[in-house]
T-cell receptor, first 115, second 114 residues
Framework: DGGITQSPKYLFRKEGQNVTLSCEQNLNHDAMYWYRQDPGQGLRLIYYSQIVNDFQKGDIAEGYSVSREKKESFPLTVTSAQKNPTAFYLC??????????????FGEGSRLTVL | AQSVTQLGSHVSVSEGALVLLRCNYSSSVPPYLFWYVQYPNQGLQLLLKYTSAATLVKGINGFEAEFKKSETSFHLTKPSAHMSDAAEYFCAVIYSSNTGKLIFGQGTTLQVKP
């Protein structure tokens, strides 16, 4: 079945460590997104990519990095510079252009906890 | 700033009762409006989408939403709540179709009591 796979589902990190969250999709979508979810704050956009080898910062990119070397993959690295990394991270993808604009397909998320 | 506001972080209804979840957007008319649903520890799933073709939009699982320009609202309703509707619901808007960036509301948790 087509979909988005995020791994790991749960991740624990010590302060000062970088961690990388994996996101793979087999939907042949051009655009991919990373969101951070905190209780009571909805979803906030970290980075997005509309095409391979190109990506843009979202609203809360500081302390995060991404790459888009393949259409199917959009990994997110949470660096030690991120001051409050404990959160639920969601990856999503979509086709480009209307009428598909805004129709995101989400993975099941990765929950990161900093010890 | 462009934004979307969901009134009420928690809504509780009895099984079989009307569900009403409120969403208001900022004054500029957005080209697209959405409702997404999230079940515990899962990603989001699209419920329905408004694209100006019709003001009343029907979605999955019996949900619908009405776009009211005069009230800058896009409230989500369902005539009769089911236990399986218990989840978190997010309203979202796109103001720039060029980037396709969604702006999400804060979310409303729906509790359904037996």
């Amino acid at each position: 079945d087509g979909g988005i796979t995020q791994s790991p589902k749960y991740l624990f990190r010590k302060e000062g460590q970088n961690v990388t969250l994996s996101c793979e999709q087999n939907l042949n979508h051009d655009a991919m997104y990373w969101y951070r979810q905190d209780p009571g704050q909805g979803l906030r956009l970290i980075y997005y990519s509309q095409i391979v080898n190109d990506f843009q910062k979202g609203d809360i990119a500081e302390g995060y990095s991404v790459s888009r070397e393949k259409k199917e993959s959009f990994p997110l690295t949470v660096t030690s510079a991120q001051k409050n990394p404990t959160a639920f991270y969601l990856c999503a993808s979509s086709r480009q252009g209307a009428p598909n604009t805004g129709e995101l397909f989400f993975g099941e998320g990765s929950r990161l906890t900093v010890l | 700033a462009q934004s979307v506001t969901q009134l009420g972080s928690h809504v509780s209804v009895s099984e079989g009762a009307l569900v009403l979840l409120r969403c208001n957007y900022s004054s500029s008319v957005p080209p697209y409006l959405f409702w997404y649903v999230q079940y515990p520890n899962q990603g989001l799933q699209l419920l329905l989408k408004y694209t100006s073709a019709a003001t009343l939009v029907k979605g999955i699982n019996g949900f619908e939403a009405e776009f009211k320009k005069s009230e800058t609202s896009f409230h989500l309703t369902k005539p009769s709540a089911h236990m399986s509707d218990a989840a978190e619901y997010f309203c979202a808007v796109i103001y720039s179709s060029n980037t396709g960036k969604l702006i999400f509301g804060q979310g409303t948790t729906l509790q359904v009591k037996p």
